[in-house]
C-alpha cells in the first residue's frame, strides 16, 4: 500500500514537471512571435544623440527646369544638296564617276545617247536653215518693190514668212537650252550643221557623291535622278520632338547633340529651325541644329540624341542629401514621430542645382529628413544585424 501511494506521488511529480516545461516554451514562442511581428526592417528609431544630427523639413515648391533628351539623326543640307539627272530621255553609254567621289561644279558624271535630243537639234538646223532663206526672199522683194516689179502685198507676205521662221527658230533654242545645251553649244550648230546625240550628266554643285542611280546601257527618263550630290562640309542634327515637350522650343535655344558611334564628341550648339506644325502621324515637332562638318567626322544617317531644357515650372523638390539608394532604387526617410523614421521608395527626376524633382512617393506635407540620411540608414542597417542576431 505503501509502495502504491510512492508510485503515485512520482507519476505526479513527472507530469506537473513536463507541465511547466510546456508553459515556458509555450511563452517563449509567443515572444518570438510578437517580437517578429514588430520588426519592420524599413522603420528605424532614433536616440537623442543621434536625432540631434538629423535635418528634418518638408519637400518645397520651386521653379524648375529638367533636361529632355530625345533621339535624332544626322542629315544632309538641303540646302547643299542636289539631285542630278538628265533634262532627255537616253540610253547612258558612259559612267565616270561613283559613290564617295568628290566632283566639282560643271564636271561631267556621265554620258547618255539621246534620239530626242537629235531631233530636236535637225528641227532646229531646218528651221535655221529657213529662215535664213525667208530673209534673203524678203531682201530680194524689197529691191523688186523699189524697181516697181513687185507689189508691195508680195513683199508683206515675204517679211510674214521671215517673222514666222524666226519665231519658229526662237522656240527650238529655247528648247534646246531646255535640254541642257549650252548657248555656245548651239551657236556651233549653227555654223556647222552637225548634229550631236551624246549629251552630258553634268554636276550642279561641288561635293561628294552619295548615291549613284544609272549604270550603262540604262535608259532614263528626265524625271529620274542619276547622281545625288551633296555638301558634306555642313551637315543637320535634326530630332522629332514629342508634342507634349516642344513648348519648349525655340529658334535660338542651346541644346547638346550626342553621338553613340562617337562617345567622346558632345556638340553644343543653337537650333535653327523649329517647325511650325506637329507631324500628324507622330505627333512630333521636328527640330533642328546645324552642325559643322569640315573634317568629314560626322556621316549622314548617323543615330544621335539632343538633350535640351524644359520651360520652367513648379516642382515638388528635395535635397540631394535626402536619397538614399537601396537596390538602385531612390528612397527617403519619412519622420512617423519625433524618433521614429520609415524608409520609403520614391521616384524622382533628374539632380537640378543639388535638388532633385519628386515625381511620387512622398506629398509637401510629409516631414523627410533633409539631410543625415546616410547616417540614418547604417543605424537602421545595425539594427537588423542586431535583431537578426
Known sequence: MQMKHVGLSIALAVILLFGAVGCKHGT??????????????????VAPELLQSLS???????????????????????????????PVDGRITKVLVFEGQRVQQGQILAMLHSNALSDTQFGFIKAFS??????QS??????????DVMGKAELQKREAEVLQSATEVAALRAQLHGLG???????????????????PIVASISGTVIERKVTIGQVVQPADPAFLVADLSNLWFVAEVPEEQAGALTIGKTVIATIPALPDQSITGRLSFVSPV??????????????PNNRGLFKPEMLASMT???????????????????????????QKSPTEFLLREVDLGEEVMDRRVVLHGISAKETIVLDGAFHLNNKRKQDQIKGGN
Open 28 to 45: 517563449n514562442i509567443k515572444q518570438v512571435e510578437a517580437s517578429s511581428a514588430s520588426a519592420d526592417p524599413l522603420k528605424v528609431d
Open 56 to 86: 528634418v523639413g518638408k519637400p518645397q515648391w520651386q521653379e524648375v527646369t529638367t533636361r529632355q533628351k530625345v533621339a535624332a539623326r544626322i542629315q544632309t543640307d538641303a540646302s547643299r544638296l542636289a539631285r542630278i539627272g538628265s
Open 130 to 135: 529657213q529662215e535664213n532663206l525667208a530673209e
Open 138 to 147: 524678203a531682201e530680194r522683194a524689197r529691191q523688186l518693190v523699189q524697181s
Open 181 to 199: 545645251m549650252s548657248e555656245n553649244a548651239i551657236q556651233k550648230l549653227e555654223s556647222t550643221r552637225k548634229l550631236n546625240s551624246d549629251y
Open 278 to 291: 506637329v507631324n500628324p502621324d507622330t505627333r512630333t515637332v521636328q527640330a533642328r541644329m546645324n552642325l
Open 308 to 334: 535640351f531644357e524644359s520651360q520652367p515650372e513648379k516642382g515638388l523638390t528635395i535635397p540631394a542629401t535626402a536619397v538614399v539608394r537601396e537596390e538602385n532604387k531612390d528612397h527617403v526617410f519619412v
